[in-house]
């Protein structure tokens, strides 16, 4: 259970490897090798987080680092759970953890950035995030979040660089669009006054299966 668990789990198989880890009896996986259980916790909290039990998730995660406390994958997880459930400064004081043990990781800097933003600490935001890029310039997902970060600062030119780049590289990646920055494009050029482009990106962003409620009153705004 233990080893299928984990391969649907790397097989996107989120639901079928939930079922299967929570069949490993601890007591057992432990008799064979106690770097077993960990590992398992990590997997058990990961697998959740996939499925969006985020409290789940960080509770089998700081079970994990309870046990064995330098796998910086387990940081980052347990980051990132953090991050969803809106609580920055656990989130925080993860990452710092994690940076001591892998400090040129293009995601801990990045994850960083976003916490110190929605704490609206722009300053320390932009360091982490200008980490990030420069160990990275082709991550479209950091250009994204500097891009909001701009956004956030009321710098509408620089919010159109930055997702304008992120647009840019996935495309010439050949990724697949969720249309969220198509949606994030788009009100900066509402702002900037350029309402045709904002209507071809709003309607992208549906195209590519964005359609929370703020999109569909922008195009019923400005495009009709």
């Known amino acids: 259970f233990y080893y299928r668990g984990k391969t649907r789990y790397w097989d996107d198989k989120n639901g079928l490897a939930l079922k299967d880890l929570e069949r490993v009896n601890l007591n057992i996986l432990s008799t064979y090798s106690e770097k077993y259980v ?3 916790l990590y997997y058990l909290g990961a697998t959740k987080y996939y499925l969006g039990n985020y409290e789940e998730s960080v509770v089998d995660l700081k079970k994990s680092i309870l046990i064995a406390d330098t796998v910086a994958d387990v940081y980052h997880r347990l980051g990132r759970s953090y991050l969803k459930l809106k609580k920055y400064k656990e989130a925080i004081t ?3 953890t994690a940076l001591t043990l ?3 990781s293009e995601f801990y800097n990045k994850d960083l950035g976003i916490c110190y933003r929605e704490l609206k600490e722009f300053k320390k935001s932009e360091f982490y995030l200008d980490k990030a890029i420069k160990i990275n310039i082709d991550n479209s997902s ?11 600062q009321e710098d509408n030119e620089g919010a159109l660089k930055e997702f ?10 050949e990724v697949k669009s969720d249309g969220l920055i198509e949606y994030y494009r788009a009100k900066v050029y509402i702002k900037l006054g350029d309402v045709d482009k904002a209507c071809v990106d709003l309607k992208k962003s ?4 964005n359609t929370n409620d703020e999109t569909q009153k922008l195009l019923e705004q400005y495009c009709k």
């Open 38 to 40: 960990p590992d398992y």
């Open 94 to 96: 993860t990452y710092e």
């Open 102 to 104: 892998v400090p040129e």
């Open 142 to 152: 950091t250009h994204k979040e500097i891009g909001l970060l701009k956004l956030a």
């Open 164 to 173: 304008t780049n992120a647009l840019e590289l996935i495309e010439a990646q």
């Open 206 to 209: 549906v195209e590519f299966g």
